[in-house]
């Protein structure tokens, strides 16, 4: 079991930056890989950035490209998604997911229902 918690939202200019967190309980965090997704309202939830389970490998979607970095830092349980250049359309609910990737350390899982488990989510606000 994965407890994840995310953190870092809020509200910024367009063009400004936001780093949100991901913390994930448990002693096996090395051992999943870990996804980022948002949803906005009305709108379908979507695949933001994937990161493999080894941190080797990354994923993004088209309209984050250049502008997302995610990252991991094993020894502190947590993900990290840095959003630079926001955009009013970036706005959203964003969520961190989490599979067990033990098999698979290096591919990056782009479907939500791959994945097994879920925060709360932490909004995000881009005013233009």
């Known amino acids: 079991q994965v407890q994840l918690v995310e953190s870092g939202g809020g509200l910024v200019q367009a063009g400004g930056s936001l780093r949100l967190s991901c913390a994930a309980s448990g002693r096996t965090f090395s051992s999943y890989a870990m996804g980022w997704f948002r949803q906005a309202p009305g709108k379908e939830r979507e695949f933001v950035a994937g990161l493999s389970r080894s941190g080797g490998s990354t994923g993004y979607a088209d309209s984050v490209k250049g502008r997302f970095t995610i990252s991991r830092d094993n020894a502190k349980n947590t993900v990290y998604l840095q959003m630079n250049s926001l955009k009013p359309e970036d706005t959203a609910v964003y969520y961190c997911?989490?599979?067990?990737?033990?098999?698979?350390?290096?591919?990056?899982?782009?479907?939500?229902?791959?994945?097994?488990?879920w925060g709360p989510g932490t909004q995000v606000t881009v005013s233009s």
């Open positions: 997911a989490a599979r067990s990737a033990y098999y698979s350390g290096s591919y990056v899982y782009t479907v939500g229902s791959t994945y097994d488990y």
